[in-house]
T-cell receptor
Framework: GQNIDQPTEMTATEGAIVQINCTYQTSGFNGLFWYQQHAGEAPTFLSYNVLDGLEEKGRFSSFLSRSKGYSYLLLKELQMKDSASYLCAVMDSNYQLIWGAGTKLIIKP | DVKVTQSSRYLVKRTGEKVFLECVQDMDHENMFWYRQDPGLGLRLIYFSYDVKMKEKGDIPEGYSVSREKKERFSLILESASTNQTSMYLC????????????FGPGTRLTVL
């Protein structure tokens, strides 16, 4: 079967760095997406990785290792507004997105 | 900017009622999707459509049907609502490129009493 695993909840301090991990087992791989979802709102796109390595975009970076079936989202200089759920999704061989359950990130002052 | 709109943010219906959820996108996207989102379960695909009048079942189609008569509009229908269909319903659209992201509507929180 297809499976995406990510931690249910994480807590971090304002100004710090946090890494949210995602492991996956899917039938085929056509890229991995990270989305951010604030409570009561729709998910919004953060990043896309299809090749191994680190993609940096401002305070957010995303890493992919296809051989390990592993990705992480790195958030630096955390701000209170980063409190949200972070969703990992993999595009499988049928070009369908398989979604993880999401990681709720709580930022404390 | 891509815009995906949904007909209602909040909806309360009674068991057995027929429910229509409508979604409209303004980016001429071929692909449209209906998900439900429940705590701890993540996004689960109900139905998707890759063209007008075309539809494909997702992971949990039971109790739902869809309609796509126009490219910009994708409707989700609950023929006879049940309490276990209380959920957040999210519509999304996407272009045809592999790297194209999905754009989501604001969601409809449906409560079935």
């Amino acid at each position: 079967g297809q499976n995406i695993d990510q931690p249910t909840e994480m807590t971090a301090t304002e100004g710090a760095i946090v890494q949210i991990n995602c492991t996956y087992q899917t039938s085929g791989f056509n890229g991995l997406f990270w989305y951010q979802q604030h409570a009561g709102e729709a998910p919004t796109f953060l990043s896309y990785n299809v090749l191994d390595g680190l993609e940096e975009k401002g305070r957010f970076s995303s890493f992919l290792s296809r051989s390990k079936g592993y990705s992480y989202l790195l958030l630096k200089e955390l701000q209170m507004k980063d409190s949200a759920s972070y969703l990992c999704a993999v595009m499988d061989s049928n070009y369908q997105l398989i979604w993880g359950a999401g990681t709720k990130l709580i930022i404390k002052p | 900017d891509v815009k995906v709109t949904q007909s209602s943010r909040y909806l309360v219906k009674r068991t057995g009622e027929k429910v229509f959820l409508e979604c409209v996108q303004d980016m001429d996207h071929e692909n449209m999707f209906w998900y439900r989102q429940d705590p701890g379960l993540g996004l689960r695909l109900i139905y998707f459509s890759y063209d007008v009048k075309m539809k494909e079942k997702g992971d949990i189609p039971e109790g739902y049907s869809v309609s796509r008569e126009k490219k910009e509009r994708f409707s989700l229908i609950l023929e006879s609502a049940s309490t276990n269909q209380t959920s957040m319903y999210l519509c999304a659209s996407r272009g045809t490129g592999v790297t194209d992201t999905q754009y989501f509507g604001p969601g409809t929180r449906l409560t079935v009493l």
